[in-house]
């Protein structure tokens, strides 16, 4: 099977290259962005399974939601943070493994 395509958005680079480089090393085919037009483009061109975006006045979630709630499969994960990158490896991970269907609810990690 597939590892997952996941799409990061953060406005901190720092954080987005360090959770990117996290999640490749765990398999997961990773891109990242900066902003929300770029984040929409990718979603309108590509197929992503996941969403990743860290809750941020900058960034507008609701934008990204209405997006994917047009793809029946990508799944929204809005955090407070992305320095955690084991415990979101380990969330994604999970999912993956459970092969559930897409999360309609924000979660925090």
């Known amino acids: 099977m597939k590892s997952p395509r996941v799409l990061a958005l953060d406005c901190d680079s720092d954080a987005?290259?360090?959770?990117?480089h996290a999640l490749e090393n765990a398999g997961f085919r990773t891109t990242t962005t900066w902003h929300v037009s770029e984040?929409?483009?990718l979603l309108n061109?590509?197929?992503?399974e996941v969403v990743l975006l860290r809750r941020h006045p900058q960034i507008d979630a609701d934008a990204i939601y209405r997006k994917c709630a047009q793809k029946a499969s990508c799944a929204v994960l809005a955090l407070d943070s992305f320095y955690d990158h084991e415990n979101i490896v380990q969330l994604l991970s999970q999912q993956q493994a459970r092969r559930r269907r897409p999360i309609p609810e924000p979660l925090s990690a």
């Open 45 to 48: 061109d590509g197929c992503f």
């Open 16 to 20: 987005l290259i360090a959770l990117e």
């Open 39 to 41: 984040a929409i483009a």
